[in-house]
């Protein structure tokens, strides 16, 4: 557990875009450092609409060689509905199971899934190379989201996988994303925004406004966790957004202590010379 002494993230507010049940353990360790983290989420998860090829792949799981696992929302999404089917994941010892990072897999075996690989490079057309071989001619699972992008099931099917790419669920704007807050957040209320997902930079720039989000990048820290992440941001044109490697607490953590040491910034508020 961290100690509660002072550091260079003490005083700076830092704005968690995660939903409230995923950004807890963070917070606590921002708050830890004398940072005041603020959790504002800009994405929340539904259900598919249609759950029956989700329900399918569960039934017939054991059919499968590889589950490929690309976030923690897919896990959850994925065990929470074959716990309404009753019908458990992990029955055969099959299929092997390959996540995209550590949280995934961390999470994947929580769920008491065998975790057979998980990639050194945390993207998902990272993964499809790295299994390369090993899945030419297998019959691969891939739960992901409705909005999830197309990039790794072509990866797939270029080393001749047989996807069967399901719904597992469904990225929504947050209804608490309030445009007043986070337009008040980013014009001098906060010093670093933690965005999580592609489907998080979307939102803020639909909320905010995409020429807002390029103008306020010498303002605050505006951080990517994770490389798919920092690839929205440079696309939404923030060309130089801070980038933690990996998705745990402790990678985003380092990322603005290193960032704020650098930097010497002041907290929020407190005029700049």
């Known amino acids: 557990m961290a100690e509660n002494v002072p550091n260079s993230l003490a005083g700076k507010r830092i704005v968690i875009t995660r939903v409230a049940a995923q950004s807890d353990a963070l917070a606590k360790e921002l708050s830890a450092r004398g940072a005041i ?3 504002l989420p800009l994405i929340s998860f539904a259900e598919p609409e249609d759950s029956e090829p989700l329900d399918r792949a569960i039934a017939g799981i054991a059919d499968f060689d590889w589950l490929i696992l690309t976030s923690a929302q897919a896990v959850r999404a994925l065990v929470e509905r074959s716990v309404d089917l009753q019908k458990p994941l992990a029955r055969t010892g099959r299929p092997s199971v390959a996540c995209v990072g550590p949280v995934t897999a961390e999470a994947a075996r929580s769920a008491s899934l065998p975790v ?3 990639a050194t490079t945390h993207t998902g ?3 499809a190379n790295e299994l ?3 899945i030419q001619g297998a019959r691969v699972l891939l739960p992901r989201s409705d909005r999830a992008n197309p990039d790794l099931p072509e990866a797939l099917k270029c080393y001749g996988a047989l996807v069967t790419e399901v719904v597992a669920y469904r990225t929504l704007r947050s209804a608490g994303a309030n ?3 986070l337009k008040n957040l980013v014009n001098g209320h906060a010093d670093a925004v933690l965005f999580f997902s592609p489907s998080a930079v979307q939102h803020f720039a639909e909320v905010v406004g995409a020429e ?3 103008l306020v990048q010498d303002k605050l820290a505006i951080t990517a966790v994770g490389p798919v992440t920092a690839k929205a941001l440079r696309d939404a044109g923030v060309a130089r ?3 933690a490697a990996e998705t745990n607490a402790a990678s985003v953590i380092e990322t603005l202590e290193t960032y704020f040491a650098a930097a010497n910034v002041t907290p929020a508020g407190v005029r700049r010379a």
């Open 37 to 39: 983290p603020t959790v």
């Open 116 to 118: 057979a690989y998980v």
């Open 125 to 127: 057309v990272a993964l």
């Open 132 to 134: 390369g071989s090993k």
């Open 179 to 181: 445009a007043e807050e």
């Open 212 to 214: 807002q989000l390029r």
């Open 241 to 243: 957004p801070l980038v």
